[in-house]
């Protein structure tokens, strides 16, 4: 749908400005996104680079099972079939903690990792397990701590207050994560 959007936005305007006589401030603009775009993903890319290097040297270290040990009530009650200590529980774990810490991009490979291995644990190659279904709701939830990318993205933008909007996405993150839980845990008994 938005494959279609778009691009009649684009001829829209394109044809308006024509319309108008003010072709000029398109070309300006398409220049001047450009360069805005640029800039805004090198300051992102940084960022994450960052985030991700911290994390990696998190994983080598002990200090990811420090981590885990704390995450680990909520992985008892949210995921009781899967094993403590398995490398499915460890990605499981990773990836919760990675989305809590706003490193979305550090966590989708954790999160795809995580679901090869339930997939290779599911008994029901084409159904969605319960751990599966619970998990991709966590993910789209992403309950954040740190939303690292956005506070990067205002920041890069000029924002004067960045991290102001740090109690209204831990509103809406647990929100949705408790939104989430109660609905798939109620489903899951009916289904």
Same mark, same amino acid.
């Given at each position: 749908?938005?494959?279609?959007?778009?691009?009649?936005?684009?001829?829209? @305007? !394109?044809?308006?400005?024509?319309?108008?006589?003010?072709?000029?401030? &398109?070309?300006? @603009?398409?220049?001047?996104?450009? +360069?805005?775009?640029?800039?805004?993903?090198?300051?992102?890319?940084?960022?994450?680079? %960052?985030?991700?290097?911290?994390?990696? &040297?998190? +994983?080598?270290?002990?200090?990811?099972?420090?981590?885990?040990?704390?995450?680990?009530?909520?992985?008892?009650?949210?995921?009781?079939?899967?094993? #403590?200590?398995?490398?499915?529980? /460890?990605?499981? @774990?990773?990836?919760?903690? @990675?989305?809590?810490?706003?490193?979305?991009?550090?966590?989708?490979?954790?999160?795809?990792?995580?679901?090869?291995?339930?997939q290779q644990e599911n008994k029901e190659k084409k159904?969605?397990s319960n751990s599966m279904a619970l998990f991709i709701?966590?993910?789209?939830?992403? !309950? /954040?701590?740190?939303?690292?990318?956005?506070?990067?993205? #205002?920041?890069?933008?000029?924002?004067?207050?960045?991290? #102001? !909007? %740090?109690?209204?996405?831990?509103?809406?993150?647990?929100?949705?994560?408790?939104?989430? !839980?109660?609905?798939?845990?109620? %489903?899951?008994? #009916?289904?």
């Amino acid at each position: 749908m938005l494959n279609i959007i778009w691009p009649v936005f684009i001829i829209i @305007s !394109i044809v308006y400005s024509v319309l108008i006589g003010n072709i000029e401030a &398109i070309n300006n @603009s398409i220049f001047e996104v450009g +360069e805005s775009t640029i800039n805004l993903v090198l300051n992102l890319l940084g960022t994450l680079c %960052l985030w991700n290097g911290l994390m990696k &040297i998190a +994983e080598k270290t002990s200090l990811i099972k420090k981590i885990a040990k704390i995450v680990n009530p909520l992985m008892k009650a949210l995921f009781p079939e899967i094993k #403590r200590g398995t490398e499915t529980y /460890q990605a499981i @774990s990773m990836n919760i903690v @990675s989305n809590i810490l706003g490193l979305g991009n550090a966590a989708t490979p954790l999160g795809l990792k995580a679901m090869k291995l339930m997939q290779q644990e599911n008994k029901e190659k084409k159904k969605l397990s319960n751990s599966m279904a619970l998990f991709i709701i966590l993910n789209t939830a992403s !309950i /954040q701590i740190i939303p690292t990318t956005v506070i990067a993205i #205002r920041t890069s933008l000029g924002s004067v207050e960045p991290t #102001r !909007i %740090l109690i209204p996405i831990w509103g809406a993150t647990i929100g949705a994560a408790l939104a989430g !839980i109660i609905s798939a845990k109620i %489903l899951m008994k #009916r289904f």
